[in-house]
């Protein structure tokens, strides 16, 4: 939006309009295309073959995942920030803290699609390695859970 790119993003059908109307609102193209996502990603590449676009893919394109690492940046930066603006020098990993800045022992996101996760591990680990983080997945939509257990 910012950019003043078009960009046509493909779900498949049956993806909530809560979901839906947020992109449309920020001028999004929103194309339905099949029942299940591997329907939606064959349409989404006849769709940028034919109109000639750059197609992303927000589960395993490397430029994507590493965008993601952004936010594992921004939450070492603020947690830091906490601890400068309160003057507490944030605890040890692994020491009991009492005060505003305790230390950070783990990062909670959510799986989805695996990017996000992918992304934040990444840069956690090369800037603060004894932070955990953790993937999480809600009942009913545990993906990764049923995917490893196949």
């Not at 609102?25 to 769709?47: F, M, N, Q, T």
């Not at 936010?71 to 009492?98: D, F, K, N």
Request: proline content about 8%; charged content about 20%.
């Amino acid at each position: 939006q910012r950019l003043s790119l078009p960009v046509t993003i493909v779900l498949p059908e049956g993806v909530p309009e809560q979901r839906r109307l947020p992109m449309r609102r920020k001028g999004a193209r929103v194309v339905e295309a099949g029942a299940a996502l591997d329907e939606a990603k064959a349409e989404a590449r006849a769709i940028a073959a034919a109109e000639g676009l750059t197609m992303l893919r927000p589960h395993d394109d490397p430029l994507i995942i590493a965008g993601q690492a952004t936010a594992g940046v921004e939450i070492l930066r603020q947690h830091l920030s906490l601890s400068a603006a309160t003057g507490v020098q944030p605890a040890q990993h692994g020491a009991a803290s009492r005060g505003p800045c305790p230390a950070l022992d783990a990062i909670f996101l959510p799986v989805g699609g695996g990017s996000l996760l992918a992304g934040v591990a990444a840069a956690v680990k090369q800037i603060s390695p004894e932070v955990q983080v953790v993937g999480v997945e809600p009942r009913g939509v545990d993906v990764l859970t049923r995917s490893l257990m196949s």
